[in-house]
């Protein structure tokens, strides 16, 4: 094919593309223009529609207006007929009320002057009664030569007196009162604490006897030319007493532990048979480690018995050692538990701490474990060793108030000491000196008698009470109670006793005439 022929051929197929472009224009230009037609028929028929029906709806709510407005207008109307209403039943009110009030006015009006009529006749009743009552005070004092104020001072001191009569009486009878139900409640108290702890009533000696199968010991335990009892008394520090007392030698000491060691050394030697200077110290020796066992022992067992736990360990050592240890014949470590025992019964008798009262119960003594060794009072070497081994403040208050030497921080501390007292005191316990004892009622009645007006003093119930009898016309029944806490002033300051002493103070009064 030539070129020309291509070129034909191009130019038709062109012309053909051209021609089906233009007819496809203007068959989608009329297609297009027929629907915009119709969409415009469509859209003025909404638009049509759309108008009756905005205008149906607007007659509606118009309507409804209406009808709201009505009954708004029905609704105000209504309110404002029941506001006419109550404002005329609120009117007819006030006026009612303006009409009693118009009564009452009136009424008060007369009362006022009712009542000015009545003031101004209690007025001249009041004159008339002020000038009678001057005449009458006028003719008192013309009668009784006194005027009003003499009269009235008489009058006052009078009252005065017969006040301080009655105060002095009511003193004396709420003193009296207060004094009984205090010693009501504290026999009560002590006696549930003695019933309640058992006690032994034996006393120690410082003497012991160790018993000998014969005679013949004796020479042996003497040796020759006395070198056995000399090696025995210089290793024991005791003095060995033999004399004509059949199968017994006596040991005698005020030291208890070494007097201990000794009992037990001679009796290991005259069990053995062998006595000679090597072997009586060998038996020492062993006495002596027995002896450190049972003090031990002894202190543990005191805890144990008594319920006091976390003791140090020295301190249980030296309550052990209290086991040896007299104090007037009364063995102190049983005098310490029982102590123990008092004090808890008592504290919890009156609500308070038992276990704080126990422990320095058994504890107030311990210084008299070491009291020989070390220099002071035993409360004082009692309160530092409690110290030194961390006990607590009010323990060691405890122990170191038990005798007065320092104030009480703690009714524990006071239920200690009265402890203390009552197991010192109690029959059985301690041994006395007669001529201590006779001292004692001597500087009892002594210290009675120095006071004025006292005409008779007896020391009774071996020194635990004095009755005093006094002159009636120097002491009268008001004074007595005075007396009577001068006195135990005077002997708690100059006096040293365990327990209480019970002052009475007597007044008697005779009236004494004669038939002729």
Known sequence: MTDINIWIVVVIVLGTALAAFIIGYYMRKSTAEAKIVSAEDEASKILEEAKKQAQSVKREAILEAKEEIHKQRAEIERESKERRSESQRLER??????????KKLSLIEKKEEEVKSIEVEADKKRRELFELFKKQLQELERLSSMTSEEAKELLLARVKDEIKHEMAIMIKELETRAKEEADKKAREVITMAI?????????????????????????RIIGREGRNIRTLETLTGIDLIIDDTPEAVILSGFDPIRREVARIALEKLISDGRIHPARIEEMVNKAQQEVEVEIREQGEQAIFEVGVHGVHPELVKLLGRLRFRTSYGQNVLKHSIEVSHLAGVMASELGLDVKLAKRAGLLHDIGKAVDHEVEGPHVVIGAELAKKYKESPNVINGIGAHHGDEDYKTLEAALVQAADAISASRPGARRETLEAYIKRLEKLEEIADSFEGVDKAFAIQA?????????????????????ARDIVKKIEDEMEYPGQIKVMVIRETRAVDYAK
Do not use: F, W, Y
């Open 93 to 102: 009110r006030m006026i009612q009320k303006e009409e009693s009030l118009d």
């Open 195 to 219: 019933q309640r702890c058992a006690a032994d009533h034996a006393a120690e000696s410082t003497v012991s006897v160790v018993s000998l199968p014969n005679d013949e010991m004796k020479g």
């Open 463 to 483: 020194g635990r009470e004095i009755r005093i009898m006094v002159k009636p016309d120097k002491v009268d029944d008001n004074h007595t109670p005075k007396v």
